[in-house]
C-alpha cells in the first residue's frame, strides 16, 4: 500500500472521507441485516448484549475510520513536499548542466 500511496500521484480530497465512511457504516448496518437472519453476530464485540461496551466499540471504528483518512491524507502531503523539493533540485542541477554545455560551445 505505501509504494502506491508513494508512486503514485492520486490527490485525497477531504470530502472523499465520506465514502469510506459510509461504506464502515454500510458494513455494520449490514451485521444487523445478519444477526436478524442467522442470530450470529459477525463480530463478538457487535453485540449488544454487552452493553456501553459495544457502543463504544462502534462509535471507536467509526472515529477510527476518519482519523486513518486524514493520516493518509498527512502522508500524501509529505510525499508532495518531498517531491517538490527533489524537483526543485533536480531543476537547479538541469540549469547548471545546460549552462556548463553553453560555455563550452
Same mark, same amino acid.
Given at each position: ?15 472523499? =472521507?465520506?465514502?469510506? $465512511? !459510509?461504506? &464502515? ?7 444487523? %441485516?445478519?444477526?436478524?437472519?442467522? /442470530? ?25 475510520? =476518519?482519523?486513518?483518512? $486524514? !493520516?493518509? &491524507? ?7 513536499? %518531498?517531491?517538490?523539493?527533489?524537483? /526543485? ?17
Amino acid at each position: 500500500m505505501m509504494t502506491d500511496v508513494i508512486l503514485n500521484r492520486m490527490k485525497l480530497p477531504k470530502r472523499m =472521507v465520506l465514502m469510506p $465512511f !459510509f461504506t &464502515i457504516l454500510f458494513y455494520m448496518f449490514l451485521t444487523f %441485516i445478519i444477526y436478524a437472519i442467522k /442470530n450470529v453476530w459477525v463480530y463478538p464485540f457487535l453485540d449488544w448484549n454487552q452493553g456501553p461496551k459495544a457502543a463504544i466499540w462502534y462509535f471507536a471504528i467509526a472515529i477510527s475510520v =476518519v482519523v486513518i483518512y $486524514f !493520516f493518509m &491524507i498527512g502522508i500524501h502531503l509529505v510525499r508532495n513536499w %518531498i517531491a517538490k523539493i527533489l524537483d /526543485n533540485e533536480s531543476d537547479r542541477e538541469t540549469i547548471h548542466f545546460q549552462e556548463t554545455r553553453s560555455t563550452m560551445v
